[in-house]
């Protein structure tokens, strides 16, 4: 099928299906009354342990990852359909409608949709991510800090990439947006951290 209203029907699917919320559900709880409220895999590590926080990431990612691999299957189309099919499955996972049209914060989804388009691109904002846990220990910051860096490598690495230099901008614009919470935490000093164990 070659329709394009299928594939962005098909990405927005994929992007609203909240993982964490129904993984938490399963087990009881409802992540929208625990922790940071949130149903992506930060607040899920939080409440119900660091594997389910990782098991949801991979599962949120994957979202993104096969949307954007869908919409490449499409021969004959510009490479902006496959940007544009990925922002849909993003625009799914922040506002799903299994949630009220509520959701995550998009990150992970986006990570993935990063790893289809742009690989490269991707593992710079992989290591971006990575230091600024290392020296915050914030998920938030680090989340914060990645999608700044997005725009940046996409504009550095794929100069020619117009579009996706914009939507780029966009989808930081949107991480921020949804992290507004967190950073009011950050601001009051209230925002969670992990802390490293002290050695024995």
């Not at 490449?72 to 902006?80: A, C, D, I, K, R």
């Not at 742009?118 to 846990?133: D, E, H, K, R, T």
């Not at 507004?180 to 490293?196: H, P, T």
Request: aromatic letters at 14%; a positive charge.
């Amino acid at each position: 099928m070659h329709n394009p209203v299928f594939y962005v029907l098909t990405a927005f699917f994929l992007g609203s299906l909240p993982f964490g919320h129904w993984l938490a559900l399963v087990r009881g709880v409802d992540l929208r009354s625990q922790g940071s409220g949130n149903t992506g895999a930060t607040n899920v590590g939080r409440v119900l342990g660091k594997k389910w926080g990782i098991f949801v990431f991979i599962l949120d990612l994957g979202k993104g990852w096969i949307a954007v691999v869908l919409a490449q299957s499409v021969g004959n189309l510009p490479e902006t359909w496959s940007v544009t099919v990925g922002v849909f499955a993003v625009l799914g996972h922040v506002f799903s409608p299994w949630l009220g049209f509520r959701g995550g914060k998009g990150v992970a989804t986006s990570a993935g949709i990063l790893i289809g388009l742009a690989p490269w691109v991707a593992l710079g904002v992989a290591l971006i991510w990575f230091l600024a846990f290392q020296m915050s220990r914030t998920v938030s910051v680090a989340s914060l800090c990645a999608a700044t860096a997005f725009p940046l490598f996409v504009f550095w690495l794929m100069p020619e990439q117009k579009v996706f230099q914009w939507i780029s901008i966009g989808m930081t614009v949107l991480v921020w947006f949804r992290h507004r919470d967190n950073l009011k935490r950050l601001f009051q000093g209230k925002e969670n951290r992990f802390v490293k164990p002290e050695k024995p």
